[in-house]
């Protein structure tokens, strides 16, 4: 139990409000719908099976409205949240919906600004840093209290960001593992993934475009 004063913070970032079974293409799951007291967003944790066990296999994933719900070609979050959802209905597990994440936190209008500028020739940090925007802004404090909720505090994570690795464990959630989830790749976001790779420190492959000659 850490004693400067995470577990309190953690205690009091969200409150549970509401748990129903939702039928989905990839299975059913338990939503469980999470108020941020401190965002005042509402976020989700998307439960297969019971993933009260060491090395729960865990998604946080940030709300992507172009990727998700038009299946923009220019980033790959939404064949990541299909793949994460696979993975817990097949082995068990947890996706934390993190509402308020659009555009790695900058907003869905400022997001399509950037993309306005990266048709300019900006790559996707310096579109950020022309708007006098954060690179990445998220935080991830209430995906690691709703997490500290279900009981998980050892946690396999399906991520590319050591980023949110580090963050979870600042919040006091052990990451035993850190899985790949390597989808959605394409011509379209190539240079996309490729900055994410050589600029931000994602782990990422070394080239980004789909190879032609794979089944």
Partial sequence: MNDDGTSARRATRVSFEVETLVPTVHGEFRFRAYHDRVAGTDHLAVV???PSGPGALVRVHSECLTGEAFGSLKCECGPQLDAALDLI???GGVVVYLRGHEGRGIGLL???RAYRL???GLDTLEANMALQLP?????YGAAAAILAELGLTGIRLLTNNPDKVTQLEEHGITVTERVPLIVGRGDENAGYLDTKRDRMGHQLPGDSRPNPMSP
């Fill in 48 to 50: 297969s099976g019971d």
């Fill in 89 to 91: 209905a097949q082995h």
């Fill in 110 to 112: 400022n997001k399509l």
């Fill in 118 to 120: 990266q048709e300019s």
């Fill in 135 to 139: 690179v990445d802004a998220r935080e």
